[in-house]
């Protein structure tokens, strides 16, 4: 966990905080555009124990830092309780947040409103989704894999691998059937 000695020396920080459960590529893509903006983008994901995950927040954990292990202004945490409370700790003043579709905004402005409730000086960024991760989210990707369709090219190869092994599916690919069959 971050403590705010720690990361004064950051600069401009940003706070990406969920669930990532799993980490997409519509995700990364946020994380990436955001370093343009920021010199560091804390991925802060969610221990959320009211919540049902696929995946153990150590597992998320791990997943995102070798994800994110040759991206040094990208810094992997995870935190419970209120976000205001986590950013508190650090030395951020945006919590950051993509946006997919319309529909994505009228939740999100709510919990940006309330965040600013609870703490004036924070700020959220909302960036939308970049054209190719668009209709991506966590929940589809987890649908498909459980029914053994295949999520490549929207998730890493680490993440393919280990809803793989979730759901138990083979780990190679089979023959498509195709018209020429």
């Known amino acids: 966990m971050l403590t705010k000695g720690e990361d004064n020396h950051m600069g401009k920080v940003a706070i990406y905080p969920g669930s990532f459960d799993p980490l997409t590529y519509g995700h990364i893509d946020i994380v990436e555009r955001a370093l343009e903006i920021f010199d560091k983008v804390i991925l802060a994901i969610a221990n959320n124990s009211e919540k049902s995950s696929l995946f153990t927040i150590e597992e998320r954990l791990e997943m995102a830092k070798t994800i994110f292990q040759d991206t040094p202004n990208v810094i992997v945490d995870c935190f419970k309780g209120l976000l205001v409370d986590y950013v508190a700790k650090t030395n951020a003043k945006v919590i950051l947040r993509g946006l997919r579709a319309t529909s994505d905004f009228e939740y999100e402005f709510h919990m940006a409103s ?68």
């Open 114 to 181: 309330m965040n600013r409730s609870l703490n004036p000086q924070l700020d959220t960024l909302f960036m939308m989704t970049s054209k190719d991760y668009f209709f991506v989210s966590s929940r589809t990707i987890k649908e498909v894999a459980g029914l053994g369709g295949s999520v490549d090219g929207l998730v890493p190869d680490l993440v393919v691998r280990r809803l793989k092994e979730k759901f138990k599916l083979p780990v190679t690919k089979k023959k498509q059937i195709g018209w020429d069959d």
